[in-house]
């Protein structure tokens, strides 16, 4: 890609320290004339910042975990010319990077970006918000909200699935009403899963590798949460078309989706 200035924008609280920024500018700094590096300070900085001045360059690149993406790329999706977007992984899961098979590590994942060719991906949105990775309601939210930030800092993605334990203990079903181009139901749930990626917690989803470029969701409704259940989900390895197993698991694709809930 020939681009001639491009903007990198860091997030120190998703864990990306001053290492990573210089692994990242070190890779970036010599092949583009002009980089400019600004980091956030608070939630929404990543989508003000990208609103504000995503047009003025050729490209963004994005250092932080999947929060830091999901509010950067609600600010490009604002603008008229949006710019090229390169994700630096440097939260604690980093999970829409890992579907699109960015590296790891910073360095070798902006050599990769440098090097690589601009792709269109698909993009959801709910509520009038753009979601890059997935939409979810029950369990898969409570998780999340439940992480205490002291084991994130310290235990990393092992916080998560401390947290998926104790919810899953606890998960309470509630009424739904789902529809799509195909499908209507109605019915109770813990948890319905709308996926655009493929990678939750750090495990790969058993979902089609094309899963981005597709223009379908992957969804996933769960009737009764389990530790069986999430062995299916997270453990298996994907290869050609997932039909799941438990009868307490629904599964299926759709480009649209009206969905209504007690929650």
């Known amino acids: 890609m020939d681009i001639q ?9 998703a864990g990306s320290a001053m290492s990573m920024v210089g692994g990242a500018v070190s890779a970036l700094a010599p092949v583009i004339p002009e980089l400019v590096v600004m980091k956030t300070q608070a939630a929404g900085d990543g989508e003000k910042i990208c609103r504000q001045r995503g047009e003025d360059v ?18 490009l999706a604002q603008l008229h010319r949006p710019p090229v977007v390169g994700i630096l992984p440097g939260g604690t899961c980093n999970d829409f990077a890992r579907t699109l098979g960015i590296p790891i590590h910073v360095p070798e994942a902006a050599e990769a970006l440098i090097h690589g060719d601009a792709v269109s991906l698909d993009l959801g949105m709910a509520n009038n918000r753009i979601f890059t990775n997935f939409f979810g309601v029950g369990i898969i939210t409570e998780t999340s909200a439940n992480i205490d930030p002291l084991l994130k800092g310290s235990l990393g993605k092992l916080s998560y699935f401390i947290s998926t334990l104790q919810t899953i203990r606890a998960a309470e079903p509630f009424r739904y009403q789902l529809k799509t ?32 470029t597709d223009g379908q969701f992957d969804v996933l409704i769960i009737r009764e949460a389990g530790i069986p259940l999430l062995r299916e989900l997270l453990a298996r390895k994907p290869e050609g078309r997932w039909e799941p197993h438990n009868d307490s698991l629904k599964y299926f694709k759709a480009s649209h989706i009206h969905l209504e809930t007690e929650v």
């Open 181 to 212: 181009e195909s499908t209507q139901i109605e019915d109770e749930a813990v948890m319905i899963y709308v996926s655009n990626g493929r990678s939750l917690g750090t495990s790969t989803l058993p979902f089609a590798k094309d899963s981005l």
């Open 5 to 13: 200035k491009a903007l990198l924008i860091h997030n120190e609280a």
């Open 58 to 75: 050729d490209a963004v690149f994005i250092l932080g975990g999947d929060g830091t993406v999901h509010e950067c790329i609600n600010g």
